[in-house]
């Protein structure tokens, strides 16, 4: 599924650093989202967006912002971090359905020392 | 509020025996239920939907409404089986369209 992809694939950043996460997808899919997965949580929604200039929060959002002024990119914004903030993010897209079968990004893996 | 359960973290079962992944949800309306998967070092990735009732790698999972659960089986187990397993809920309203539980992990021993 190379149609969604993410970068870098992996990031070491400090406490306090901003770090920004991209996502991309060539599918023109209306829906995108951003996820956290961690141990004992599961995957947990941070962020999705319905279209470009739409943008709702998830379960998460707290720490995080995220914009789209095109379709196809959903950067996603850690404008501190946090140790609390290591993570694997994946970014999701998904066609008209609303977000029912979303298709993932490979993950970024986010270390905050 | 709507919720996921996916009560086993890991399960562990021998290559042949059958397997039988749990999920239960909580939902006020018609639900929609998925089971996604991922595989080691792959993305996750959607492996069947209730609506469609397929079989998709000897895998099925049927809606149970009155015992509200959607639990994903499969009579042989295989190696290449081993992943993490997701059950997902979509519900149109709230902050999050698919609600995913907190996964189990299937190893299939040889």
């Known amino acids: 599924d190379a149609g969604i992809t993410q970068s870098p694939r992996y990031k070491i950043t400090e406490t306090g650093r901003q770090v920004t996460l991209m996502c991309h997808q060539t599918w023109s899919h209306s829906y995108m989202f951003w996820y956290r997965q961690d141990l004992g949580h599961g995957l947990r929604l941070i962020y999705y967006?319905?279209?470009?200039?739409?943008?709702d929060k998830g379960e998460v959002p707290d720490g995080y912002v995220v914009s789209r002024s095109k379709t196809e990119n959903f950067p996603l914004t850690l404008e501190s971090a946090t140790r609390s903030q290591t993570s694997v993010y994946f970014c999701?897209?998904?066609?008209?359905?609303?977000?029912?079968?979303?298709?993932f990004g490979p993950g970024t893996r986010l270390t905050v020392l | 509020a709507q919720r996921v359960t996916q009560p086993e973290k890991l399960l562990s079962v021998f290559k042949g025996a059958p397997v039988e992944l749990k999920c239960n949800y909580s939902?006020?309306?018609?639900?929609?239920l998925f089971w996604y998967v991922q595989y080691s070092r792959q993305r996750l990735q959607l492996l069947l939907r209730h609506i469609s009732r397929e079989s998709i790698k000897g895998f099925t999972a049927d809606l149970n409404k009155g015992e509200t659960s959607f639990h994903l089986k499969k009579p042989f187990a295989q190696e290449e089986d081993s992943a993490m397993y997701y059950c997902?809920?979509?519900?149109?309203?709230?902050?999050?369209?698919?609600?995913f539980g907190k996964g189990t992990r299937l190893s299939v021993i040889a």
């Open positions: 997902a809920l979509y519900q149109n309203s709230g902050n999050t369209p698919l609600v």
């Open positions: 999701a897209s998904s066609v008209r359905t609303g977000g029912r079968e979303q298709f």
């Open positions: 939902y006020s309306g018609s639900p929609e």
């Open positions: 967006s319905a279209a470009a200039d739409i943008t």
